[in-house]
Nanobody
Framework: VQLQASGGGLVQAGGSLRLSCAAS????????MAWFRQGPGKEREFVAA???????VYADSVKGRFTISRDNAKNTVYLQMNSLKPEDTAVYYCAADRPPVGITSALANENMYDVWGQGTQVTVSS
């Protein structure tokens, strides 16, 4: 399985971006998928996750601004980011938790994910 993230870029504060993560492999619909990010000088942190059943969880810092979704026909997960802030500046990584998937309470734990994409840079200017 390989993950290919795209859609990053430079945007002004208050703007929007949509990240995409395309996955290879025939069983994508059974994966839990997530987005993490790592800002300059910071540790990698959880952003959002979507389970195989399409239920989603979000970090408090992005609730109400970001939306994670998936299109199983395209083997792709998306992260719609609205009302972007300078503190959202980071490299964004998508990750996959393949079956047997972890429990819901562990979705924010990066150790649950066994496949990672290469990252896409998001820069939000003030």
């Amino acid at each position: 399985v390989q993950l290919q993230a795209s859609g990053g870029g430079l945007v002004q504060a208050g703007g929007s971006l949509r990240l995409s993560c395309a996955a290879s492999g025939p069983t994508f619909s059974r994966y839990n998928m997530a987005w993490f990010r790592q800002g300059p000088g910071k540790e990698r942190e959880f952003v959002a996750a979507i389970k195989w059943d399409r239920s989603a969880v979000y970090a408090d810092s992005v609730k109400g601004r970001f939306t994670i979704s998936r299109d199983n026909a395209k083997n792709t997960v998306y992260l719609q980011m609205n009302s972007l802030k300078p503190e959202d500046t980071a490299v964004y990584y998508c990750a996959a938790d393949r079956p047997p998937v972890g429990i819901t309470s562990a979705l924010a734990n990066e150790n649950m994910y066994d496949v990672w994409g290469q990252g896409t840079q998001v820069t939000v200017s003030s």
